[in-house]
């Protein structure tokens, strides 16, 4: 009777107990409070438990199975009376909290406080007594009402279920086997859109895991997760991690810091009582294979993510360093996230949000979500994109006039032959010309056949570009064959059909090599894209023209025709600088100066700047753009030759003049052979 009027004059103490959200279970409920008590917060079933006795109100939930033996005791108001609790249950963090009266209780939160049974000196005695006015939330659905009880006992849903150690484990070793596995034929993306599904499972066990601190890692083969838990504040801290793992490859180590804006924008979500960062070290590039096959540094993939929220535009950037090995001088990193195409079950890298600084032996990528990130290694980094551009028109101008100048020299050369009968040497240069001129158009129009639906056309395209670039580079030889005959030589023997002859080697040899290459296999011409990278922005484009598919083809076939060439054209040059000397004579030496020009344009000496492409930094830029110049003006530069060299020929003041210049140019009286 005491205990009743007591409980009437005193007002309900706690009744704000009930004013959390966000939770994904609530349970509240009266209790009379009519003697000193206190919280019993131990081992349970795979449910949540709730008894209340005079003594203690016990509530009941899975310990990891190294803590099952102990259990958490929390002291109540002294005062007595009739009290307002509510019990919450956090999904995402796995925590529960009481709010008793206007006291709040994170269970189990301090590891410290807990309490090893068989400590006790003895056990109580315990009565039960019932709770008033109880109602249920679940998974944010109707407030019900429930009968007056002593013990309540709420079965858990499958997703609710506890995770132990042993459950991620296992998953991980399940993936890491599937990683393992040498890929099956014509699986490509389907294998993949599997492996970064069980990731994704993956990575929703991490997320409810019981932990048994504040940090804890898991696996130590390709996948390794670290889950970081981080206790909010009102005054939130960057958190930084370093990679614990021993490395031996390309990549040493990585480094994360993640800005306390991170944590304030998640703060906002009311009554969160944990952050769960997951770090994803993943040493297999398996699940992230782009259609291009970019290359990834050192295999490494790291992810990074706050459960159950998405991270974008963060105010201050996350920063993910990479410790590696030195980079090769023509590599440039790129930082880039993965970009999920859920439409098509594929995905690739993106650069945007993202920006990269290098210095030395490591990288640091700054961006402003959170997702998976690797470093992205981009070839040909040494020309700047707009050096590219500028590039690109010189090319193109440049061949268009080349094309209208050797059409005019044709023609010309053409007439001339018809006044006199030193033909031969005119009809060297003519069919250099003409092989210069399909080079020419062949390559303005190889792009635009590059972007044709009609595959074949492109293939016959790629196919006649070869043939024109290996009749150019025949002809030049050709060029030094004559100019060897006209030096060398001292008796000039006819030759029956000679210029038929060379006729057939000179456009003959390269029909017959590029059949060959055809009929060996049909896809070795065809659409060849090259990648082109930006280093405004990191993306990235793709340039195709009709061309050569086999880069061992064009090495060998090309540039060892080339080489060739370049060395028996070296040597007619120099023998023909020999004869130069020998004659040289004061008054002649500009007319010198242009003809050994002209040669060595016809010669295609100035085709050797190709091999400078390889080398690296300024010289390589300089070396590019000379060689682009020359070599797509090499048909007007032939056309200013040759007419510089007849207006030196009528300006000769006496005869001893002119016969030097006859027999320097190459339509001289020597060069009648045929």
């Not at 250099?432 to 158009?441: E, H, K, N, S």
């Not at 080697?505 to 060849?528: D, E, K, R």
């Not at 003049?657 to 339509?667: A, G, R, W, Y």
Request: charged share 15%; aromatic share 10%.
């Amino acid at each position: 009777m005491k205990v009743l009027l007591l409980l009437l004059l005193s007002p309900l103490q706690g009744v704000g107990a009930s004013g959390h959200r966000e939770e994904d279970f609530c349970f509240c409920g009266d209790r009379n409070q009519t003697q000193n008590s206190s919280v019993i917060y131990e081992h349970g079933p795979a449910t949540i438990t709730i008894e209340n006795t005079a003594q203690a109100l016990i509530i009941k939930r899975p310990f990891l199975p190294n803590r099952r033996n102990s259990y958490y005791k929390y002291s109540l108001p002294p005062a007595l009376g009739r009290y307002r609790f509510c019990l919450y249950w956090f999904k995402a963090n796995r925590t529960l909290r009481l709010v008793y009266g206007k006291q709040s209780f994170l269970l189990g939160g301090d590891l410290s406080s807990s309490i090893t049974r068989g400590k006790e000196s003895q056990k109580t005695e315990r009565t039960s007594t019932p709770i008033f006015n109880v109602s249920c939330i679940s998974n944010g659905g109707k407030n019900t009402s429930l009968d007056s009880a002593s013990e309540y006992f709420f079965p858990a849903s499958p997703e609710s279920m506890p995770v132990w150690e042993q459950d991620v484990e296992e998953q991980l070793t399940a993936l890491d086997s599937l990683i393992a596995q040498p890929p099956a034929p014509a699986a490509g993306a389907t294998e993949q859109q599997m492996l970064r599904r069980k990731l994704g499972e993956l990575e929703k066990t991490l997320a409810k895991v019981e932990l048994e601190g504040q940090n804890q890692t898991f696996g130590k083969a390709t996948v390794q997760a670290t889950v970081l838990r981080v206790q909010p504040t009102w005054a939130p801290r960057h958190l930084a991690f370093a990679s614990q793992r021993e490395e031996g490859g390309e990549v040493h180590g990585f480094a994360v810091d993640l800005p306390s804006s991170l944590f304030v924008t998640a703060k906002e979500r009311e009554e969160v009582v944990e952050h769960r960062v997951l770090l994803m070290d993943i040493s297999s590039q398996t699940m992230f294979q782009d259609e291009n096959s970019s290359h990834v540094l050192g295999d490494k993939v790291i992810g990074i993510s706050l459960v159950d929220t998405v991270v974008a535009n963060l105010s201050d950037p996350v920063v993910l360093t990479f410790f590696h090995d030195q980079l090769p001088r023509n590599v440039t990193p790129l930082c880039v996230f993965w970009q999920e195409d859920t439409t098509a079950g594929s995905g690739s890298w993106d650069s945007y949000g993202c920006a990269t600084a290098t210095g030395g032996s490591q990288t640091d990528c700054r961006c402003n979500h959170l997702t998976y990130f690797a470093v992205l290694m981009v070839s040909s980094p040494e020309i700047a994109y707009i050096h590219r551009d500028y590039l690109s028109i010189i090319t193109y101008i440049g061949c268009l006039i080349s094309a209208l100048a050797s059409i005019c020299t044709i023609v010309f050369l053409y007439f001339r032959s018809k006044q006199r009968d030193q033909i031969t040497s005119m009809h060297i240069h003519m069919n250099l010309l003409g092989a210069i001129f399909l080079l020419d158009v062949t390559f303005l129009i190889s792009e635009h056949l590059a972007s044709s639906s009609n595959e074949a056309v492109c293939r016959a395209g790629g196919l006649f570009l070869h043939f024109s670039l290996l009749s150019c580079l025949t002809w030049m030889g050709i060029e030094g064959y004559n100019l060897y005959r006209l030096v060398i030589e001292v008796f000039n023997a006819y030759h029956d059909h000679f210029l038929l002859k060379l006729c057939l080697v000179g456009w003959g040899l390269p029909f017959f090599c590029v059949m060959l290459i055809f009929l060996a296999s049909w896809t070795n011409y065809g659409p060849f894209s090259i990648p082109v990278y930006e280093s405004v922005g990191g993306k990235s484009t793709n340039a195709t023209i009709c061309w050569i598919t086999s880069p061992l083809i064009h090495n060998v076939v090309n540039l060892g025709l080339f080489s060739v060439v370049f060395l028996f054209n070296s040597v007619m040059l120099g023998a023909m600088i020999r004869e130069i000397l020998r004659q040289n004579k004061k008054g002649h030496k500009l007319k010198h100066v242009l003809a050994l020009f002209g040669l060595s344009i016809l010669l295609g000496i100035p085709w050797v700047l190709v091999f400078f492409s390889f080398t690296s930094g300024v010289f390589r830029l300089v070396s590019l753009y000379i060689f682009t110049i020359i070599n797509s003006l090499q048909g007007f530069l032939i056309f200013l030759w040759y007419w510089t060299m007849v207006l030196q020929a009528r300006k000769s003041p006496d005869s001893q003049s002119s016969s030097d210049s006859v027999k320097l140019q190459p339509n001289s009286s020597q060069s009648h052979l045929g």
